[in-house]
């Protein structure tokens, strides 16, 4: 649980490293801030319930067949944050749009032995996460790959 604060201090101090966002944006980019952190938890322990509070059904959909082939081959996925930067932020009263330039690192270890199964990989991202509110709270509506 140390890992996720820490790692939730640090995307904090590099989203808003030399920028002058408003509360609103600084709000929306927290929830991604909180999405990440989660993401990771939930890839290590294959629990798709985790997400349940800041996530939609439509979000939960799209990550549900990682999660189901971690479980079916007993594994886990161990992920890194690389880099992380909020690029732009457009908040209106139900929908954001957070734009990222993310770099994370990826691997499959075997829930058992602790033996990695899949090799580290590095990936970079330039992300659109849109996010709408629901009960005054905002959610992971969907993630759009700005690289394809």
Same mark, same amino acid.
């Given at each position: 649980?140390?890992?996720?604060?820490?790692?939730? &201090? &640090?995307?904090?101090?590099?989203?808003?490293?030399?920028?002058?966002?408003?509360?609103?944006?600084?709000?929306?980019?927290?929830?991604?801030?909180? $999405?990440?952190?989660?993401?990771?938890?939930? $890839?290590?322990?294959?629990? &798709?319930?985790? &997400? $349940?509070?800041?996530?939609?059904?439509?979000?939960?959909?799209?990550?549900?067949?990682?999660?189901?082939?971690?479980?079916?081959?007993?594994?886990?996925?161990? #992920?890194?944050?690389?880099?992380?930067?909020?690029?732009?932020?457009?908040?209106?009263?139900?929908?954001?749009?957070?734009? #990222?330039?993310?770099?994370?690192?990826?691997?499959?270890?075997?829930?058992?032995?602790?033996?990695?199964?899949?090799?580290?990989?590095?990936?970079?991202?330039?992300?659109?996460?849109?996010?709408?509110?629901?009960?005054?709270?905002?959610?992971?509506? $969907?993630?759009?790959?700005?690289?394809?």
């Amino acid at each position: 649980m140390s890992r996720i604060l820490i790692v939730s &201090l &640090l995307l904090g101090a590099l989203v808003f490293a030399g920028c002058s966002a408003s509360k609103e944006e600084k709000e929306v980019a927290g929830v991604i801030q909180n $999405y990440l952190s989660l993401m990771q938890v939930v $890839y290590d322990r294959a629990d &798709l319930s985790l &997400l $349940y509070p800041i996530a939609s059904d439509k979000e939960l959909k799209k990550v549900f067949p990682t999660i189901q082939a971690l479980q079916a081959t007993g594994n886990r996925m161990k #992920t890194e944050i690389l880099e992380f930067k909020v690029k732009a932020a457009d908040v209106q009263p139900s929908r954001a749009t957070v734009t #990222t330039a993310e770099k994370w690192r990826f691997w499959w270890v075997d829930e058992k032995s602790g033996s990695i199964t899949k090799q580290k990989s590095e990936e970079s991202y330039h992300l659109e996460y849109n996010l709408i509110k629901v009960d005054n709270r905002w959610k992971v509506d $969907y993630i759009r790959n700005r690289n394809e």
